[in-house]
């Protein structure tokens, strides 16, 4: 088996630096610790709840502070991403200094383990992403069911959503909301706008910024989440047979 080299791990090193002027015991300091202390995690790692880490029967003891800015922000967005029992520890966290006063501990393996999963998540998410735009690059079919939509963003606020559902009823590959906005900047430019829902269960809209409002508004008013679901059940129910008289009938 090769022997490991000795050699400086920038985990233990951060961990180790001194924290005199990171923390700088200031009295911000002192009422951040107070809100925490009811959520103190001394003696514990916050990736594995456990005080030891035992990986193939040789325990790590070692239990690390989190004290790097660059860690602690990392440490955040990692949780809210996994929504793990990090993000329960950490929920009421909002930026390092918080990390820093809740005196939280990690074991260095724990910590690489932690971060090469998400690194991993991440890249394999942006690998699909590009292997979505290059599929719906490629597909003429995609911009030419969009332009026989006949899609006026001038007198229509239309629903991402709405559009991508139209559209997939006549792709044989199923295009995103992401790739009809792409199509639509292809295509318009600046000249569509995107609404930004707060909301993330609410679609994007794109309008036209030469539209009128009072013809934007009534546009709008016509693709009501409610009443446009309502059509589609409508439809449905009209060309569906439900099969039940014959059962029904017999005796
Ligand atoms: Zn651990």
């Known amino acids: 088996m090769e022997k490991k080299r000795k050699k400086p791990d920038p985990v233990n090193l951060s961990a180790t630096h001194d924290l005199t002027s990171m923390d700088s015991s ?19 790692c916050v ?31 990692t949780a809210i991403f996994f929504k793990d029992c990090v993000y329960t520890a950490t929920a009421a966290m909002y930026e390092p200094e ?20 998400y690194n991993a998540d991440i890249e394999e998410i942006l ?15 995609f911009k030419e069911q969009f332009l026989a939509l006949g899609l006026d963003f001038t007198t229509t606020a239309c629903s991402l959503t709405s559009i991508r559902e ?14 009809v906005k792409h ?20 679609s994007q809209m794109g309008f036209s910024v030469k539209s009128n409002p ?15 679901v309502a059509t589609e059940l409508a439809q449905e129910l009209k060309d569906y047979k439900f099969g039940l008289e014959r059962s029904f009938c017999e005796p």
């Open 166 to 179: 139209r559209l997939n009823e006549h792709l044989s590959v199923p295009v995103s909301n992401r790739a």
């Open 47 to 77: 990736i594995c709840g456990s005080d030891c880490k035992t990986v193939k029967q040789k325990k790590i003891h070692k239990l690390l502070r989190v004290c790097e800015k660059l860690m602690a922000q990392k440490l955040l967005n």
């Open 127 to 141: 690998k699909s992403l590009e292997e979505e735009d290059s599929i719906t690059a490629g597909d003429e079919s």
């Open 26 to 44: 200031t009295s911000e300091h002192k009422r951040r610790s107070k809100r925490f202390k009811s959520s103190s995690f001394i003696n514990i």
């Open 214 to 228: 009072e013809s934007l508004l009534e546009s709008m008013r016509q693709v009501s989440p409610v009443q446009q």
């Open 98 to 117: 918080d990390v820093f006063a809740a005196d939280l501990y990690y074991h260095s393996y724990c910590y690489k383990d932690y971060f090469n999963k």
């Open 183 to 202: 199509l639509i900047i292809e295509l318009y430019g600046d000249a569509v706008c995107f609404t930004y829902p707060s909301n993330k269960r609410i």
